[in-house]
Protein backbone atom coordinates (compact mmCIF):
# COMPACT_ATOMS: atom_id res chain seq x y z
CA UNK A 1 0.00 0.00 0.00
CA UNK A 2 1.22 3.39 -1.02
CA UNK A 3 1.39 6.01 1.81
CA UNK A 4 2.68 9.56 1.70
CA UNK A 5 6.03 10.10 3.53
CA UNK A 6 5.59 12.62 5.86
CA UNK A 7 7.25 16.19 4.60
CA UNK A 8 6.30 19.97 4.82
CA UNK A 9 3.24 20.99 3.04
CA UNK A 10 4.07 21.61 -1.11
CA UNK A 11 2.45 23.69 -3.59
CA UNK A 12 0.22 21.89 -5.46
CA UNK A 13 1.55 20.83 -8.59
CA UNK A 14 -0.24 19.64 -12.05
CA UNK A 15 3.02 21.45 -13.61
CA UNK A 16 2.03 25.20 -12.49
CA UNK A 17 3.20 26.97 -9.57
CA UNK A 18 0.77 28.17 -6.89
CA UNK A 19 0.27 31.60 -7.88
CA UNK A 20 -0.35 30.53 -11.30
CA UNK A 21 -3.26 28.50 -12.84
CA UNK A 22 -4.10 26.70 -16.25
CA UNK A 23 -6.67 28.35 -18.81
CA UNK A 24 -9.10 26.17 -17.27
CA UNK A 25 -9.57 23.67 -13.96
CA UNK A 26 -8.76 20.49 -14.23
CA UNK A 27 -11.56 17.86 -12.72
CA UNK A 28 -11.21 17.01 -9.15
CA UNK A 29 -8.89 13.75 -8.67
CA UNK A 30 -10.47 10.93 -7.19
CA UNK A 31 -8.89 10.32 -3.46
CA UNK A 32 -9.04 6.56 -3.30
CA UNK A 33 -6.64 4.15 -1.30
CA UNK A 34 -4.27 1.96 -3.82
CA UNK A 35 -5.41 -0.85 -1.90
CA UNK A 36 -4.21 -4.28 -0.12
CA UNK A 37 -2.47 -5.94 -3.24
CA UNK A 38 -0.37 -3.35 -4.28
CA UNK A 39 3.25 -4.74 -4.27
CA UNK A 40 5.36 -1.28 -4.30
CA UNK A 41 8.38 -0.64 -1.88
CA UNK A 42 8.74 2.98 -0.77
CA UNK A 43 12.18 4.22 -0.74
CA UNK A 44 13.32 7.77 0.36
CA UNK A 45 17.23 7.34 -0.32
CA UNK A 46 19.89 9.69 2.07
CA UNK A 47 21.85 9.57 -1.09
CA UNK A 48 19.34 11.63 -2.94
CA UNK A 49 18.39 14.38 -0.37
CA UNK A 50 16.25 16.53 -3.18
CA UNK A 51 13.91 13.72 -2.79
CA UNK A 52 10.45 15.04 -0.42
CA UNK A 53 9.01 11.61 -1.46
CA UNK A 54 9.35 8.52 -3.49
CA UNK A 55 7.67 5.25 -4.32
CA UNK A 56 8.39 2.82 -6.63
CA UNK A 57 8.03 -0.82 -7.46
CA UNK A 58 10.82 -3.27 -9.72
CA UNK A 59 9.35 -3.54 -13.23
CA UNK A 60 8.58 -7.27 -13.29
CA UNK A 61 8.45 -7.33 -16.78
CA UNK A 62 10.82 -6.04 -18.39
CA UNK A 63 8.93 -6.17 -21.74
CA UNK A 64 6.78 -3.94 -20.86
CA UNK A 65 7.08 -0.26 -22.02
CA UNK A 66 7.06 2.70 -19.38
CA UNK A 67 5.78 6.25 -19.86
CA UNK A 68 7.60 9.08 -17.65
CA UNK A 69 5.43 11.58 -17.01
CA UNK A 70 6.34 15.00 -15.67
CA UNK A 71 4.02 17.19 -14.12
CA UNK A 72 1.85 14.67 -13.29
CA UNK A 73 -1.52 15.49 -11.89
CA UNK A 74 -5.48 15.23 -12.54
CA UNK A 75 -5.52 17.06 -16.00
CA UNK A 76 -4.00 16.32 -19.43
CA UNK A 77 -0.91 14.58 -17.71
CA UNK A 78 -2.77 12.04 -16.01
CA UNK A 79 -5.08 11.41 -18.71
CA UNK A 80 -1.63 10.99 -20.67
CA UNK A 81 -0.39 8.48 -18.10
CA UNK A 82 -4.46 6.44 -18.51
CA UNK A 83 -4.02 6.56 -22.68
CA UNK A 84 -0.95 4.85 -22.60
CA UNK A 85 -1.57 2.18 -19.47
CA UNK A 86 -4.47 1.63 -21.73
CA UNK A 87 -2.10 0.23 -24.41
CA UNK A 88 -0.33 -1.31 -21.65
CA UNK A 89 2.42 0.70 -20.56
CA UNK A 90 3.69 1.06 -16.94
CA UNK A 91 3.52 4.78 -15.69
CA UNK A 92 6.09 6.36 -13.81
CA UNK A 93 5.18 9.78 -12.42
CA UNK A 94 6.95 13.05 -11.56
CA UNK A 95 5.01 16.21 -9.57
CA UNK A 96 5.50 18.35 -6.94
CA UNK A 97 2.31 17.23 -4.75
CA UNK A 98 2.71 14.07 -3.67
CA UNK A 99 -0.82 13.12 -2.48
CA UNK A 100 -1.58 14.20 -6.13
CA UNK A 101 0.62 11.71 -7.49
CA UNK A 102 -0.68 9.09 -4.90
CA UNK A 103 -4.21 9.28 -6.01
CA UNK A 104 -2.96 9.08 -9.61
CA UNK A 105 -0.88 6.10 -9.11
CA UNK A 106 -4.18 4.86 -6.93
CA UNK A 107 -6.10 5.18 -10.21
CA UNK A 108 -3.61 3.78 -12.58
CA UNK A 109 -3.15 1.01 -10.02
CA UNK A 110 -1.33 -1.90 -11.29
CA UNK A 111 -0.36 0.25 -14.39
CA UNK A 112 1.94 2.46 -11.67
CA UNK A 113 5.42 1.05 -11.03
CA UNK A 114 6.66 4.56 -9.02
CA UNK A 115 6.12 8.60 -8.42
CA UNK A 116 8.97 11.00 -7.11
CA UNK A 117 7.16 14.37 -5.62
CA UNK A 118 9.64 16.93 -6.53
CA UNK A 119 10.04 20.57 -7.48
CA UNK A 120 10.86 20.24 -11.15
CA UNK A 121 12.24 23.44 -11.14
CA UNK A 122 15.21 21.84 -9.08
CA UNK A 123 17.33 20.82 -11.46
CA UNK A 124 18.80 18.61 -8.46
CA UNK A 125 15.77 17.05 -7.58
CA UNK A 126 14.20 16.30 -11.10
CA UNK A 127 17.88 14.83 -11.80
CA UNK A 128 17.57 12.94 -8.85
CA UNK A 129 14.05 11.50 -9.53
CA UNK A 130 14.11 10.37 -12.79
CA UNK A 131 16.99 8.85 -12.35
CA UNK A 132 16.01 6.77 -9.11
CA UNK A 133 12.80 6.17 -11.49
CA UNK A 134 14.81 4.51 -14.49
CA UNK A 135 17.01 2.69 -12.14
CA UNK A 136 14.13 1.00 -10.44
CA UNK A 137 12.24 0.32 -14.49
CA UNK A 138 15.05 0.35 -16.12
CA UNK A 139 13.54 2.10 -19.46
CA UNK A 140 12.00 4.66 -20.63
CA UNK A 141 9.62 4.48 -23.94
CA UNK A 142 7.85 7.95 -23.60
CA UNK A 143 8.42 11.21 -21.93
CA UNK A 144 5.47 12.93 -21.73
CA UNK A 145 6.30 16.82 -20.58
CA UNK A 146 3.09 18.82 -19.54
CA UNK A 147 3.83 21.92 -16.81
CA UNK A 148 3.36 25.56 -17.65
CA UNK A 149 3.11 28.30 -15.92
CA UNK A 150 0.72 31.11 -16.34
CA UNK A 151 0.98 33.97 -14.41
CA UNK A 152 -1.70 36.99 -14.39
CA UNK A 153 0.64 39.98 -15.69
CA UNK A 154 0.96 41.58 -18.89
CA UNK A 155 4.29 42.61 -20.66
CA UNK A 156 4.49 45.92 -18.62
CA UNK A 157 3.90 44.36 -15.28
CA UNK A 158 5.79 41.22 -16.16
CA UNK A 159 9.38 41.14 -14.68
CA UNK A 160 12.58 39.73 -16.33
CA UNK A 161 12.98 37.59 -13.49
CA UNK A 162 9.66 36.08 -13.38
CA UNK A 163 9.85 35.76 -17.00
CA UNK A 164 12.78 33.52 -16.39
CA UNK A 165 11.29 31.72 -13.51
CA UNK A 166 8.32 30.59 -15.60
CA UNK A 167 10.35 29.98 -18.60
CA UNK A 168 12.17 27.48 -16.21
CA UNK A 169 9.21 25.66 -15.08
CA UNK A 170 7.47 25.29 -18.78
CA UNK A 171 10.62 25.23 -20.83
CA UNK A 172 13.90 24.11 -18.90
CA UNK A 173 12.39 21.36 -17.00
CA UNK A 174 12.51 19.33 -20.42
CA UNK A 175 16.16 19.70 -20.84
CA UNK A 176 16.95 18.44 -17.54
CA UNK A 177 13.86 15.50 -17.68
CA UNK A 178 15.32 14.52 -20.68
CA UNK A 179 18.91 14.57 -19.89
CA UNK A 180 18.24 12.26 -16.80
CA UNK A 181 16.12 10.08 -18.99
CA UNK A 182 18.43 9.80 -21.72
CA UNK A 183 20.42 6.95 -20.34
CA UNK A 184 17.34 5.23 -20.49
CA UNK A 185 16.08 5.49 -24.02
CA UNK A 186 16.69 3.75 -26.82
CA UNK A 187 15.47 3.25 -30.70
CA UNK A 188 11.88 3.99 -30.87
CA UNK A 189 11.42 6.08 -27.81
CA UNK A 190 9.58 9.31 -27.90
CA UNK A 191 9.35 12.96 -26.68
CA UNK A 192 6.11 14.16 -26.34
CA UNK A 193 4.63 18.08 -24.98
CA UNK A 194 1.58 19.52 -24.21
CA UNK A 195 1.54 22.70 -26.12
CA UNK A 196 -0.90 25.20 -27.16
CA UNK A 197 -2.23 27.74 -29.19
CA UNK A 198 -0.75 31.03 -27.33
CA UNK A 199 2.56 29.82 -29.25
CA UNK A 200 0.51 31.72 -32.33
CA UNK A 201 -1.65 33.87 -30.52
CA UNK A 202 -0.67 35.53 -27.11
CA UNK A 203 -2.29 36.43 -24.10
CA UNK A 204 -1.57 39.99 -23.69
CA UNK A 205 -2.62 39.17 -19.56
CA UNK A 206 -0.46 36.41 -19.31
CA UNK A 207 2.56 37.32 -21.31
CA UNK A 208 4.33 34.57 -20.09
CA UNK A 209 2.74 32.04 -20.93
CA UNK A 210 3.15 32.28 -24.89
CA UNK A 211 6.42 32.93 -24.50
CA UNK A 212 6.89 29.63 -22.62
CA UNK A 213 5.03 27.63 -25.59
CA UNK A 214 6.90 29.03 -28.26
CA UNK A 215 10.31 27.93 -26.64
CA UNK A 216 8.58 24.80 -25.95
CA UNK A 217 7.46 23.77 -29.12
CA UNK A 218 11.08 25.34 -31.03
CA UNK A 219 13.19 23.12 -28.38
CA UNK A 220 10.89 19.95 -29.08
CA UNK A 221 12.18 20.86 -32.97
CA UNK A 222 15.73 20.55 -31.76
CA UNK A 223 15.57 18.05 -29.62
CA UNK A 224 13.88 15.72 -32.51
CA UNK A 225 16.79 16.90 -35.10
CA UNK A 226 19.47 15.91 -32.03
CA UNK A 227 17.83 12.53 -31.64
CA UNK A 228 16.16 11.08 -34.76
CA UNK A 229 19.50 9.75 -35.44
CA UNK A 230 19.36 7.57 -32.82
CA UNK A 231 15.87 6.18 -33.69
CA UNK A 232 14.42 9.23 -31.19
CA UNK A 233 11.44 10.99 -31.67
CA UNK A 234 9.80 14.07 -30.38
CA UNK A 235 6.67 16.03 -30.84
CA UNK A 236 4.62 18.89 -29.64
CA UNK A 237 0.85 18.79 -29.79
CA UNK A 238 -0.73 22.34 -30.02
CA UNK A 239 -4.19 22.55 -28.32
CA UNK A 240 -6.00 24.76 -30.28
CA UNK A 241 -8.61 24.89 -27.43
CA UNK A 242 -9.32 25.82 -24.11
CA UNK A 243 -9.49 22.85 -21.88
CA UNK A 244 -13.11 21.63 -20.33
CA UNK A 245 -14.65 19.33 -18.52
CA UNK A 246 -17.03 18.47 -21.77
CA UNK A 247 -16.62 18.50 -25.35
CA UNK A 248 -13.79 18.24 -27.55
CA UNK A 249 -11.36 19.74 -25.54
CA UNK A 250 -11.37 17.85 -22.13
CA UNK A 251 -7.85 16.33 -20.68
CA UNK A 252 -8.88 12.81 -22.48
CA UNK A 253 -9.62 13.94 -25.65
CA UNK A 254 -6.16 15.98 -25.86
CA UNK A 255 -4.45 13.02 -24.57
CA UNK A 256 -5.89 10.81 -27.09
CA UNK A 257 -4.59 13.59 -29.49
CA UNK A 258 -0.94 13.11 -27.82
CA UNK A 259 -0.97 9.48 -28.16
CA UNK A 260 -1.70 9.60 -31.77
CA UNK A 261 1.20 12.39 -32.51
CA UNK A 262 3.42 9.99 -30.25
CA UNK A 263 2.38 6.93 -32.31
CA UNK A 264 2.50 8.87 -36.33
CA UNK A 265 3.98 7.05 -39.34
CA UNK A 266 7.75 7.97 -38.81
CA UNK A 267 8.35 8.43 -42.32
CA UNK A 268 6.33 11.01 -42.31
CA UNK A 269 7.26 12.04 -38.98
CA UNK A 270 5.77 16.07 -37.85
CA UNK A 271 7.70 17.79 -34.62
CA UNK A 272 4.60 19.84 -34.39
CA UNK A 273 0.68 18.42 -34.64
CA UNK A 274 -2.12 20.58 -33.75
CA UNK A 275 -5.40 19.89 -32.43
CA UNK A 276 -8.63 21.57 -32.77
CA UNK A 277 -10.93 19.44 -31.30
CA UNK A 278 -12.70 16.54 -32.80
CA UNK A 279 -13.59 15.78 -36.06
Excluded at 97 to 110: G, N, T
Aim: proline fraction near 6%.
Amino acid sequence: MIHPFSHAPQREHTGVKATDRQSSPHPPSDHRDSGPDRDTSRILDPSAPHLSGFAASDLTDRDAPVVLVIGAGPGVSGSVAKRFAREGYKAALVGLDEQVLVDLAADLESSSVGYAAVDVTDEDSLSAAVKHLGDRVGRFDVLHFNPSSYRAKNALALTAEELAQDISLGVGALLTALHAARPYMSAGGRITATGSMVADVPNAMAASLGVQKAALRNLVHSIDSTLKDDGIRAVSVTVRGILAKDGAFTPDHVAQAIYTAATQDTTAWRTEVPYSGLP
